[in-house]
């Protein structure tokens, strides 16, 4: 491994809001860096003009923010186009960047008469034999040349974090574009001069890219930059319980809606942390992923990103906060005593207001009336205030004595003519929040 200062980056496109399959390569190269003791870039990767907004930027950042994670250095690499101008005319002169004119109908045919000779499609090289006076009459003609990154043909060879020894052969992948006709340069390369020029010494992103590494490592000698100074990993890809690829289409996973549902920062971060892994899930601080993240740890197996994981990871992690950690996000006069007798029922924190009503405001209990007769019992038994912890236990021993009555017979009644809920915390800490007045009227109808 590297033996200089980690440097890592989150690359993302602000094409789209922040999706959990994006973010888990976030949460991958945050937390390799807090254990390594270095520091995460945040690079926004729009050069694609078409796609990209101001506004999708604005929300990544404000969603890394609202996780936690935060970035040593910020870079658009639509301002950094000067760069891969100068880049780009180190390869043109080097002979490793050259023009081509074929359009996207004559590749298509290309392709096809490969594929039914049997060939891999790869791309035939014949842009490299254009002479001078064949590109000038191209351009007269007002066709404008793409370029393409001349591979060297060897076999890229790397030792990755998470898979070992993996090699790409070059002979079998086409010559990449890297600038369009329009000028624009494409990902394969601004990427590649970004990571050079910024001394990005690890690389974690997911396992789609890998063929992608070995024409980059190739691009990077070219550049002039030592590739055995990056270090690269490749996360399995995660897919939904099918099987499927993760879909950004699907809205409910995107990191605003999982907010907008309730969920804590961090429990995805945990959650994400350790999915793929060898390791249990558990609701873990920062601290503890941090001194716990192993990439040498990872499935080479694509992971099932599971809601049900999640919001079982939510639950406990709700289980556990005190009152202080809470209290700015419950209502203004809920009392420690509240957060205690809820928090262990809870899947959403957004849940806690719902109690907060059931305890403190009006309800419309469900009919039972064929209970009629025990509630008006339960209701001629309630002892007199002040209540505290022993008070249900109490009434309810007096109250099953007299009508005959335990076990489910006895509660299930009594917590829904007080709760309306067929489940929920002990009615040993809920009765005396509800009080008498309101505990008798619910009874009674």
């Not at 842009?127 to 040349?145: H, I, S, V």
């Amino acid at each position: 491994m590297n033996t200089r200062t980690p440097r890592l980056r989150f690359a993302p496109s602000p094409t789209g809001y922040l999706h959990v399959g994006n973010l888990r390569t976030a949460v991958a190269n945050y937390l390799f860096a807090a254990r390594h003791g270095g520091e995460l870039m945040l690079r926004m990767d729009d050069t694609d003009l078409a796609r990209s907004r101001p506004e999708y930027e604005a929300a990544i950042q404000e969603d890394l923010h609202w996780l936690g994670i935060p970035w040593a250095q910020f870079a658009r690499q639509s301002e950094r186009m000067d760069r891969y101008e100068a880049a780009a005319e180190r390869l043109k002169a080097s002979g490793h960047l050259y023009p081509c004119f074929e359009s996207e109908e004559e590749l298509a045919a290309k392709r096809a008469m490969r594929l039914k000779r049997r060939l891999p499609p790869v791309y035939d090289r014949a842009m490299l034999a254009l002479t001078p006076e064949q590109r000038a009459a191209a351009e007269a003609n007002g066709k404008r040349p793409y370029w393409r990154f001349k591979l060297s043909g060897d076999t890229i060879t790397w030792n990755d974090l998470v898979f070992g020894e993996r090699r790409v052969k070059l002979p079998s992948v086409s010559d990449p574009v890297l600038i369009r006709a329009d000028g624009t340069p494409l990902y394969t390369f601004t990427s590649v001069v970004d990571d050079l020029e910024f001394g990005v010494t690890h690389i974690i992103r997911g396992e789609d890219h890998v063929t992608n590494t070995g024409i980059q490592i190739d691009l990077m000698a070219a550049l002039g930059g030592k590739p055995g100074d990056i270090a690269f990993a490749h996360l399995p890809l995660l897919t939904d319980a099918e099987g499927g690829k993760l879909s950004k289409r699907f809205d409910s996973l995107s990191v605003r809606s999982l907010r907008k549902d309730g969920l804590e920062p961090d429990a995805i971060i945990a959650y994400l942390a350790r999915l793929g892994s060898a390791d249990d899930m558990a609701p873990l601080t920062r601290a503890e992923l941090a001194d716990s993240f192993d990439l040498g740890r990872m499935s080479h197996s694509a992971a099932i990103f599971d809601p049900r994981q999640l919001l079982a990871i939510n639950r406990h992690l709700l289980h556990r906060l005190s009152f202080a950690e809470v209290a700015s996000r419950l209502p203004p006069e809920a009392t420690e005593g509240f957060w205690l007798a809820v928090r262990g029922n809870l899947d959403l924190l957004s849940e806690a207001r719902d109690w907060w009503r059931i305890v403190t405001g009006d309800i419309v209990p469900p009919a039972q009336p064929e209970e009629a007769e025990f509630l008006r019992m339960a209701a001629e038994h309630l002892p007199a205030e002040p209540w505290d912890a022993a008070t249900a236990g109490a009434w309810t021993k007096a109250l099953g004595a007299a009508a005959g009555r335990r076990g489910k017979a006895l509660f299930h009644p009594l917590r829904l003519a007080l709760t309306g809920e067929e489940s929920g915390p002990d009615l040993r800490d809920l009765l005396p929040l509800i009080g008498r007045d309101r505990a008798l009227r619910r009874l009674t109808g």
